[in-house]
């Protein structure tokens, strides 16, 4: 399958713990997005990368929230010390270069802090 | 700065029925893309279609048409004879020439038999 991966799937953690996300990209994708879902609503987004070049992030991700993409292949998205409004499924989506092309996006791993 | 909105929360149709699900945006870059995307309950986010802000002429790909006015900022998707299986959440998206693509609230949309 040559989809958008992400792993895990489901990742439950306690209040105050660091978890890390997995995306890989479809292999020929220059960007790489990540967006935060919550309950009857659209993704939100949270950052995105150019090949290993992160060139936005949202400025309402507390500093508790980084990603990188250290060779512009699959990345990483981790929360340090997590709290529980940080429950949500966060979804990874990649795209090739140029406006119009659509992007494709993962299963999402669904995080829920407890 | 960019902005993406639906206004309806909700939306029912008859099957078999047209329905038009809204959408305007806001930015100032005259150079940008408008995608609509679909998510059955299943979460899985399907593209349906595209328009950009150059092209001449709606897009169209079979059921789904997006009836742009671009002088409004408008981007509404239209689905015609609408089927029990397009029950789902409609989410409009805006990517800017930098590539930063972003998403409104979406609307969900039920079909009755």
């Known amino acids: 399958d040559t989809g958008v991966s992400q792993n895990p799937r489901h990742k439950i953690t306690k209040r105050g713990q660091n978890v890390t996300f997995r995306c890989d990209p479809i292999?020929?994708?220059?960007?790489l997005y990540w967006y935060r879902q919550t309950l009857g609503q659209g993704p939100e987004f949270l950052t995105y990368?150019?090949?290993?070049?992160?060139?936005?992030k949202s400025r309402l991700l507390s500093d508790r929230f980084s990603a990188e993409r250290p060779k512009g292949s699959f990345s990483t998205l981790e929360i340090q010390r997590t709290e529980q409004g940080d429950s949500a499924m966060y979804l990874c989506?990649?795209?090739?270069?140029?406006?119009?092309?659509?992007?494709?996006f993962g299963q999402g791993t669904r995080l829920t802090v407890v | 700065a960019q902005k993406i909105t639906q206004t309806q929360p909700g939306m029912f149709v008859q099957e078999k029925e047209a329905v038009t699900l809204d959408c305007t945006y806001d930015?100032?870059?005259?150079?940008?893309?408008l995608f609509w995307y679909k998510q059955p309950s299943s979460g899985e986010m399907i593209f349906l279609i595209y328009?950009?802000?150059?092209?001449?002429q709606n897009a169209t790909e079979g059921r789904y048409s997006l009836n742009f006015q671009k002088a409004r900022k408008s981007a509404n998707l239209v689905i015609s004879a609408s089927q029990l299986g397009d029950s789902a959440m409609y989410f409009c998206?805006?990517?800017?020439?930098?590539?930063?693509?972003?998403f409104g609230q979406g609307t969900e949309l039920s079909v009755k038999p």
């Open positions: 989506a990649s795209s090739r270069l140029g406006l119009n092309t659509e992007a494709f």
């Open positions: 292999s020929e994708h220059n960007r």
């Open positions: 990368f150019q090949n290993e070049a992160q060139l936005e």
């Open positions: 930015t100032s870059d005259p150079s940008y893309g």
């Open positions: 328009q950009g802000s150059y092209d001449q």
């Open positions: 998206a805006m990517r800017e020439p930098g590539g930063k693509l972003i």
